[in-house]
């Protein structure tokens, strides 16, 4: 009996000294120093899937201000990304699953404050999917567990911040939760320190009557309107950022019609008969080397889109349509700027070409 008692006391002993510093990995012991600087306005915050110093090296640092890392971590990666005064994170996502009992809260929000720590990590990039119903329990603990979250990384990693990444608007056009997601924007984004609107894959839940149709991603005046739909319940766009998709969307027509209408295929998803999750996502740098002399492209005023359309032989004469917003940017930080939001953000760092790079607004004086 005593001797079990001993092992405890070991167990206890051990998980203690676990929390103790990790050894910094950088040539400069100051790169692992989380960046203390001004969060609040000019933010550009670049989601960045995993990649290697082929990516990295065409970078421009003075454009970013935080790097979110979707699901890998790249000690050299943190060490360039302080260097240059840019913070560096972890996209957090979470799931209802993990919602389920306060032990499993507590167990997802300590391994999470723990790679922050061992990675040098300046906070935490939140991100839930599932759909819960209004006012639900389950959308109450989404709340709580996002203030808790927020509340125990500022108590732990002093200076750090926390994001959280909401859809492109509160409300889907039946007055409902973007896919199903009806969550408490206004007490999340109270409980934040940034909240990141996803102002693209605007038509995940399309309701186009009544054929399905292809439409733009990201138009310009349904952005405009889910800002508005934001401020209108309360959420203060100046500690908004709006992230953009720096992708195009490929949809075959299933049928085609005057007009450059394009007849796609219907889709189920989470209570709407279309979505754009039947099209090909085609990162905006390898669009951009597809030779399309032969497309015939046409502007869309109603989404500011250009619509690329063609003739595909190679399969038995199909025709495909695409939707781009890459005039787009300009207009997006004008946005961005008369609303006095934070900044903006690049979803994905991995889609630009040194064009789209260019088009970014400077955050920094170069290191
Ligand atoms: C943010 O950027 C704008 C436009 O580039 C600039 O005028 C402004 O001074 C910046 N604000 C801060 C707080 O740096
Ligand atoms: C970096 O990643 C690319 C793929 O994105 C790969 O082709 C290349 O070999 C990698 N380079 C190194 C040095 O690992
Ligand atoms: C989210 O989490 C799941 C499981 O933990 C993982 O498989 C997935 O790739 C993650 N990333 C994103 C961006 O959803
Ligand atoms: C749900 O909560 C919102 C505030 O988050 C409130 O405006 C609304 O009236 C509530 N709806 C119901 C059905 O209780
Ligand atoms: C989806 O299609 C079904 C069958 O055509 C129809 O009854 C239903 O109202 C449609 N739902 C929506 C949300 O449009």
Known sequence: MQKLLFSIGIIAVCCLSSIV???????DPNDCNRITTDWKTNQTIGYLLESNETIWSTFKWNKLTIISLIDFHQPKLMCLAHHNKIRIMAFGNFTLNDLSSSDKMNKWIEYRLKEAQDNF???INLFIDDPVEPNSTFSQRITDFISLTTKRFHQELPGSIVLFNAPFSPKNEKGKGVDGKNYDYVAISKSVDLMVAMEFDQRSQSFDEPKCLAGAPESLYITIGSLMAYKNIGVNLNRMIMALGFYVDEYLCVEYHQNYRCIIESYNYRGANCSSKVANR??????????????????????NHDIY???????????????????GIFKKIRLINENQMSGIGVWMLNYLDDKTWFQLPQRQQQA
Request: charged residues 25%; proline residues 4%.
């Open 21 to 27: 510093d990790a050894k910094c990995p950088c040539n």
């Open 121 to 123: 990590y300046d906070g």
């Open 282 to 303: 085609i990162p905006w740098n390898v669009f951009e080397k597809i030779d399309r002399q032969c497309w015939r492209e046409v502007w869309d005023e109603h989404s």
């Open 309 to 327: 359309t063609f003739l595909d032989n190679s399969i038995y004469g199909q025709v495909k349509q695409y939707w781009t917003d890459n005039l």
